[in-house]
């Protein structure tokens, strides 16, 4: 049996499909996997095999405790999969689809599933938030800026630095694990306001930072520290207001106990720009809906990266790196401008990149023709797949170009500090040839 599968895998293409594969979940009895069959197919794990009709089917460990968390029995039971992947096959007349999971991610709760003929990952307990849109008037505020909210409401952030930027009653969600540990500025809301601290198996971070005031959104990609390059939003919805208090209070449940907090953190300030828009805007909820492969995908004539730095690994592939370099060859014009990284390969292909050191860069957002996507999501794998992020996609082309202009100003700002520096070591080099010169003819 074991040789006809491995030939039939060389000799013939898939028609029968794995769906989904649940191979350590949080509770062992509940592995399953989900099957297409076009017609009589054969599932294995070239230790057992199983017969289905055409359709779609659930093998699971325990059809009782499948049935307990899922609410219907499965269609077979007795599968028994290897947490840290294995091989296994779904037969069809003339087809054969394999799959192994020992490549892409491993950990508990995760479930693999297909999506666009390619594999994918996702845990049990993420939430649903479909994407929101709406027709907004609003401003951007560009940081370093000096930004404060009065009023009654909610903010969730991965942490926070400014407690003076606070000016009201309000309710706070923090992550309870933020790299350094948690500053003693966030236990100090905690006099006046309710503080919630998060942390969860299915989410790596709670790195997403909004504020709900009435229907007043504001999104951010800052920690409430306002002396970095980055995006502050302002705007009216009743609908995206409504969308993010769900998301705020269903994380909620993910509430924990802080184990620790570091010293205070001093804030400094800037002076900010302000530039207003009207257009529709749209809300992603990360990782379950990523909007920046898409974003990427959509330039037609240029695209302008702002973010600390990126790093183009990923799980399966290198999905951020090879959007941009398609757009590229798609004739983009494509800059990056980031404070941090070594980025210079990517001048192979025709794809500016400068680096700002003054101010730093916090902020992650990209410009396209006519859209700004603006994220708390750094752009590296945990950003982009496992953290709790939110996304906000605004269509207003005005906007999209004074963005560029400042985006731009930028890039030559790290142009010209490294021509100064150019220009500098060639002065001293002049100078000490100078001196050689003077030395040898006085000799």
Same mark, same amino acid.
């Not at 905690?190 to 919630?196: A, F, G, L, R, S």
């Not at 229907?215 to 990609?221: A, C, H, L, Q, R």
């Given at each position: 049996m074991r040789i006809f599968i491995l030939l039939a895998l060389l000799l013939y293409p898939a028609s029968a499909e794995i769906l989904e594969v649940y191979p350590n979940p949080f509770n062992e009895e509940e592995e399953y996997v989900k099957i297409l069959c076009n017609s009589n197919c054969t599932f294995t794990d070239f230790e057992k095999e199983m017969k289905f009709e055409k359709g779609i089917h659930y093998i699971a460990k325990n059809s009782t405790a499948f049935k307990n968390?899922?609410?219907?029995?499965?269609?077979?039971?007795?599968?028994?999969?290897?947490?840290?992947?294995?091989?296994?096959?779904?037969?069809?007349?003339?087809?054969?689809?394999?799959?192994?999971w020992a490549w892409i991610y491993l950990d508990e709760g995760v479930i693999y599933f297909k999506e666009r003929g390619k594999w994918d990952f996702r845990y049990e307990g993420w939430s649903s938030f479909e994407p929101i849109e709406d027709e907004v008037s609003g401003r951007l505020i560009l940081c370093p800026c000096d930004y404060r909210l009065k009023g009654e409401g909610i903010v969730y952030a991965y942490t926070i630095y400014d407690t003076e930027s606070f000016e009201g009653n309000f309710t706070f969600a923090?992550?309870?694990?933020?790299?350094?540990?948690?500053?003693?500025?966030?236990?100090?809301l905690?006099?006046?306001?309710?503080?919630?601290?998060l942390k969860s198996k299915v989410y790596?971070?709670?790195?997403?930072?909004?504020a709900v005031v009435g229907?007043?959104?504001?999104?951010?990609?800052e920690n409430w520290k306002w002396d970095k390059r980055g995006i502050v939003v302002e705007f009216n919805s009743e609908k995206i207001s409504e969308a993010l208090k769900e998301l705020f209070y269903n994380d909620l449940k993910y509430s924990a106990q802080p184990k620790s907090f570091k010293n205070y953190v001093k804030v400094e300030r800037g002076k900010g720009k302000?530039?207003?828009?009207?257009? !529709?805007? &749209?809300?992603?909820?990360?990782? /379950?809906?990523?909007?920046? @492969?898409?974003?990427?995908?959509?330039?037609?004539?240029? #695209?302008?990266?702002?973010?600390?730095?990126?790093?183009?690994?990923?799980?399966?592939?290198?999905?951020?790196?090879?959007?941009?370099?398609?757009?590229?060859k798609r004739g983009v014009d494509v800059k990056i401008l980031v404070s941090y990284g070594d980025l210079e390969f990517l001048e192979e292909y025709g794809i500016e990149v400068e680096k700002l050191k003054n101010p730093k860069i916090h902020g992650k957002y990209l410009i396209s023709d006519s859209s700004v996507l603006i994220?708390?999501?750094?752009?590296?794998?945990?950003?982009?797949?496992?953290?709790?992020?939110?996304?906000?996609?605004?269509?207003?082309? !005005?906007? &999209?170009?004074?963005?560029?202009? /400042?985006?731009?100003?930028? @890039?030559?700002?790290?142009?010209?500090?490294?021509?100064? #520096?150019?220009?500098?070591?060639s002065s001293v080099g002049f100078f000490v040839a100078a001196l050689i010169f003077l030395k040898r003819q006085q000799s």
């Open positions: 968390k899922f609410g219907f029995y499965p269609d077979a039971e007795g599968v028994s999969l290897s947490n840290n992947g294995e091989l296994i096959a779904l037969i069809e007349e003339n087809s054969v689809e394999y799959f192994n923090v992550d309870s694990t933020p790299v350094g540990g948690i500053p003693l500025n966030v236990k100090m905690e006099e006046n306001n309710k503080v919630y601290y790596r971070n709670f790195h997403a930072k909004f229907n007043k959104v504001v999104i951010t990609t302000s530039f207003d828009f009207s257009g !529709k805007v &749209a809300l992603y909820v990360m990782p /379950e809906n990523n909007p920046v @492969f898409d974003f990427i995908r959509s330039a037609k004539k240029r #695209l302008y990266v702002t973010a600390p730095t990126l790093d183009f690994e990923y799980f399966n592939g290198t999905p951020l790196l090879d959007e941009i370099l398609n757009a590229s994220t708390s999501a750094n752009l590296n794998k945990y950003g982009l797949k496992l953290n709790r992020e939110i996304a906000l996609k605004i269509e207003d082309e !005005k906007l &999209a170009d004074k963005l560029a202009e /400042e985006f731009l100003r930028d @890039f030559k700002k790290g142009f010209d500090e490294r021509e100064y #520096l150019y220009l500098l070591l």
